[in-house]
């Protein structure tokens, strides 16, 4: 209409809008702005306190008024925002370390029954291969020497290294903490080093021999007796093993932690008859097998018993 406009839905009109509670001042239009049209000097000042869905005509020269009520949007203030992030890296710092634990525990069990599993299978296919009926075919090493045991089994592994002594891509002996803190007999954290023969994997693991003798027969050795508390009394004792040899394997190897019993290493008693994986504070493979979990506790090596 001439020197007129229609407005037929102001919120269609300011679209885009929001939290405004000031004029906007709208001048010298000669086109369609939106849906109404202004004649050349005419203005409309619209007020966004409430919407009405109305129809209009303006006469040139008049000014026209809507109030839009509560349009506000919720917003929070920088000092909301701090706090929630504050709050966010408190409980991240909290409950990190325990996931990222978690997360090793589950790559070391993992790493475990793998390596077991290949051992028995290694083993087994030995047994096969020579007709034999028990372990001491493979672990007595009789007119030889006990090299020649590792040298034997390394044959089975793709890729595997025989690691007669120290050097030469060998490393050196590395100590092993037991699963749980043990006195030594002296009041000291009891540990294990571990030297060679030594088979070291592709995968990064490693398997230490121990106890090697020229044959499986039953063997006896001296050993301090101990207190409750587990001090030596000074007194001795004669055992007897059965025992074939000991087996130790290392997950990660030896350049990696926490190189403790329970944890990356777990020990194996080789009968001839069978194979005992060691619990307590010598491994955990019982446990992992049976209860998909580690058995060690993390201590200090300076811990002292009283």
Known sequence: MSGGGHLAAP???????????????????????????????????????????????????NTHVVHFDNLRRAAFTLAEVLITLGIIGVVAALTMPSLIQRY???????????????????LNRMLADTGSVD??????YGDGKKEDV??????????????????????????VKLAKP??????????ES???????LVDGSSISFRDIRQTCEP?????????????????????????????VIDVNGANKGPNQYGADVHQIIVQPQKLQPSSGSYGALKTIFLKNKLDYERYSENKRFD
């Open 11 to 61: 919120e269609a009109c300011f679209a885009g809008l929001r939290d405004v509670n000031y004029p906007v001042l709208v001048k010298n239009l000669e086109r369609k702005q939106g849906a109404f049209t202004l004649a050349e000097g005419a203005t409309h000042v619209v007020h966004f306190d409430g919407i009405r869905r109305t129809a209009f005509t303006l006469v040139e020269g």
């Open 182 to 191: 043990t006195n030594n007999g002296t009041g000291g954290v009891k540990k």
């Open 194 to 200: 571990f030297g060679f023969p030594r088979l070291l």
């Open 135 to 140: 372990y001491s075919s493979i672990f007595a």
């Open 219 to 247: 063997w006896t050795y001296t050993s301090n007796v101990k207190d409750e508390n587990g001090f030596n009394t000074g007194e001795t004792e004669t055992i007897t093993d059965t025992r074939c040899a000991t087996v």
């Open 150 to 175: 590792a040298k034997a089994i390394a044959a089975y592994y793709n890729g595997a290294k025989v690691c007669e002594s120290s050097g030469k891509g060998c490393g050196s002996t590395y100590i």
């Open 104 to 122: 090793k525990d589950q790559v070391l069990i993992a790493q475990s029954k793998k390596s077991y599993s290949n051992f028995m299978n290694v």
